[in-house]
Nanobody, 124 residues
């Protein structure tokens, strides 16, 4: 099992960009599928982006074309580049890891590792 630490959140104006990073520790990062979820106040956590161990990505419709997930296995790191941010993107963003891509995209309750989260606030 890996431990995850997110960074890169903050306050940004509508239309702006942020890049989140998730540093993983522990063994076997290369075999893990990774994802980014978010949770806004009063709402359930939702998965917004996922990437397989070999680099294939998938996105929620709400962020498709604006967010890009990527991974750098040599650094045990996964990124989320967020462009054209809108107030509705405001949430705590969490990094997720699991050996099964299915859990990342279809069964978030089964995901084995979550980070502690980083706040993203989009406001003028």
């Amino acid at each position: 099992q890996v431990q995850l630490v997110e960074s890169g959140g903050g306050l940004v104006q509508p239309g702006g960009s942020l890049r989140l990073s998730c540093q993983a520790s522990g063994s076997g990062f290369r075999i893990y599928a990774m994802g980014w979820g978010r949770q806004a106040p009063g709402k359930q956590r939702e998965l917004v982006a996922a990437i397989t161990s070999t680099g294939s990505a998938d996105y929620a419709d709400s962020v498709k074309g604006r967010f890009t997930i990527s991974r750098e296995n040599a650094k045990n790191t996964v990124y989320l580049q967020m462009n054209s941010l809108q107030p509705e993107d405001t949430a705590v963003y969490y990094c997720a890891a699991d050996t099964k891509f299915h859990n990342i995209v279809e069964d978030t309750k089964a995901i084995s590792s979550w980070g502690q989260g980083t706040q993203v606030t989009v406001s003028s």
